[in-house]
């Protein structure tokens, strides 16, 4: 073994030194349109220690946060995260980068101000994640325009207002993330009408109100996460065997419907929580047929009937039942 290192370690030495030297992705490819868009972002943000290795003597590729397409040299990912010194607004020179497909600002709690309508203007764009910031203003309608996105991410922010319906225009979209926010008004009439693969929905901690659209029945949720907003009305249309839900939180809402009729899916559901609302009926049996069940938490709600027994219920101790009109039988008190 201690031969064979030593035999192959010059070789790759020299590898790694003639693939340094002459290979253009390292250092010479970097696009300089590209170069100018990224030095006035880093002006924008007062050239923060952040961007030390952002110097125009070196190739953009090669810098911090930044990624290229190593053929074309374009940069096609920006990824600036965890740092409390990067002050200021979202620099509209991200704009100067055509040929972005992933632009995450995280952990930024000094980026302020709205989501600039430049960020519009990125026609390749994949991701966009604005999260953990002190961003405000709106969820902006021209976010529409983003027509490649598939995965959107403004959680953690100061946003406010309503979600935008235009995001039912963007035709591959198929997450959203806008928890934590401050958020009001209904959910958007056609979110995710075209999604071919399971659709990601987590809109938890906002003022969001009003009664889930009919037309979400067609969704195949893997997970909606709807908790702590001021929904109501009833959201039995989520449910239903053929669906692909993994995860569903609907806790501290004001929903309200009877649970009896509701059919779990089977194959890959987890996670249930439908704490706080004011939900009737019993709890159907079926639920004892989930195989993968981890949480189920029912509590203050108006639910009655003796709890079914068997399959993965056994797991989930009282307090996923108090505070209800009359559930009965383990772990709650014998039903009479
Ligand atoms: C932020 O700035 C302070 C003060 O200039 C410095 O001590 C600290 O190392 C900086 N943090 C980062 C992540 O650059
Ligand atoms: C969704 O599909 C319908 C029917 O194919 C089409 O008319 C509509 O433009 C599509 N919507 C989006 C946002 O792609
Ligand atoms: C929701 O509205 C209430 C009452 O207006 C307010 O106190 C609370 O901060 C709001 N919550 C969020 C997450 O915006
Ligand atoms: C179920 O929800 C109730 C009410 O919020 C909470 O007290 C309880 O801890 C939850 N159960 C679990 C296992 O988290």
């Not at 055509?98 to 991701?127: D, E, K, M």
């Not at 039912?168 to 401050?182: E, G, K, V």
């Not at 659709?199 to 908790?227: K, M, T, V």
Request: charged share 10%.
């Amino acid at each position: 073994m201690a031969s064979t290192a030593t035999l192959l370690l010059p070789l790759l030495l020299s590898t790694t030194c003639f693939t340094f030297l002459f290979s253009p992705a390292t250092s010479a490819l970097c696009n300089s349109d590209d170069k100018r868009a990224l030095l006035a972002i880093k002006t924008a943000f007062n050239n923060a220690y952040h961007f030390a290795s952002w110097v125009p003597s070196t190739g953009c590729c090669a810098w911090y946060d930044v990624d290229c397409d190593a053929s074309t040299g374009r940069v096609t990912g920006l990824s600036i995260f965890q740092d409390a010194n990067v002050t200021g607004t979202i620099p509209t020179a991200i704009a100067s980068l055509p040929y972005l497909r992933i632009l995450v600002l995280h952990h930024l709690p000094g980026l302020t101000g709205p989501i600039p309508s430049a960020i519009g203007n990125l026609p390749h764009l994949v991701q966009l994640t604005i999260s953990f910031t002190s961003v405000s203003g709106p969820v902006p309608s021209f976010l529409s325009s983003l027509q490649s996105l598939t995965l959107l991410d403004l959680s953690f922010n100061s946003l406010s207002g309503s979600i935008p319906d235009s995001l039912s225009l963007i035709p591959n979209l198929m997450s959203i993330d806008i928890s934590r926010n401050h958020l009001t008004g209904p959910l958007p009439l056609a979110l995710f009408q075209n999604a071919s693969q399971p659709a990601y929905l987590r809109l938890s901690h906002n003022n969001l109100s009003g009664e889930i659209p009919a037309s979400y029945s067609g969704i195949n949720f893997a997970q909606a996460d709807l908790s702590r907003n001021k929904f109501t009305g009833d959201a039995t249309l989520l449910f239903g065997r053929e669906k692909q839900l993994q995860q569903v939180d609907l806790s501290r809402n004001m929903f309200q419907f009877d649970l009896s009729n509701v059919v779990f899916p089977e194959s890959e559901l987890i996670l249930v929580d439908l704490n706080h609302n004011m939900i009737f009926g019993n709890i159907p049996h079926q639920i004892t047929n989930v195989p993968n069940l981890q949480f189920f938490n029912v509590s203050y709600n108006r639910l009655c009937g003796p709890i079914p027994t068997g399959g993965q219920l056994a797991r989930f101790d009282s307090y996923n039942y108090l505070h209800n009109k009359c559930l009965c039988g383990t772990p709650l008190p014998p039903c009479n």
